[in-house]
């Protein structure tokens, strides 16, 4: 079974830096997206940031220029580098991948177990 592992994220002060990893295990044919979701408190998931299997990248406008997502596919690890963190910056965050787990079989979203991290004001 794929299975996908969050180190703990933290709490780091403002303008601080994290380095949050996420590991995918198990029945991998291949990965395509990769990508880091988050949710505050009375707020719905959204997106962070996504990565392609070629290394394309996308941000939400609120992290652009502070966070870096990147992956190592010999390690099927997806990384989110977080600099200069903001209190708005606090949620849980869940990394996600789109995994085929063999050839000619569909590819389906598996999700980590979410990560806190925390920002005071």
């Known amino acids: 079974q794929v299975q996908l592992v969050e180190p703990g994220g933290g709490l780091v002060q403002p303008g601080g830096s994290l380095r949050l990893s996420c590991a995918v295990s198990?029945?991998?044919?291949?990965?395509?997206?990769m990508g880091w979701y988050r949710q505050a408190p009375g707020k719905q998931r959204e997106l962070v940031a996504r990565?392609?299997?070629?290394?394309?990248?996308n941000y939400i406008d609120s992290v652009k220029g502070r966070f870096t997502i990147s992956r190592d596919n010999a390690k099927n690890t997806v990384y989110l580098q977080m600099n200069s963190l903001k209190p708005e910056d606090t949620a849980v965050y869940y990394c996600?991948?789109?995994?085929?787990?063999?050839?000619?079989?569909?590819?389906?979203?598996?999700w980590g177990q979410g990560t806190q991290v925390t920002v005071p004001s």
């Open positions: 996600n991948a789109e995994v085929r787990t063999g050839p000619s079989r569909h590819i389906y979203n598996y």
């Open positions: 198990g029945s991998i044919f291949s990965i395509n997206v």
């Open positions: 990565i392609t299997s070629d290394n394309s990248t």
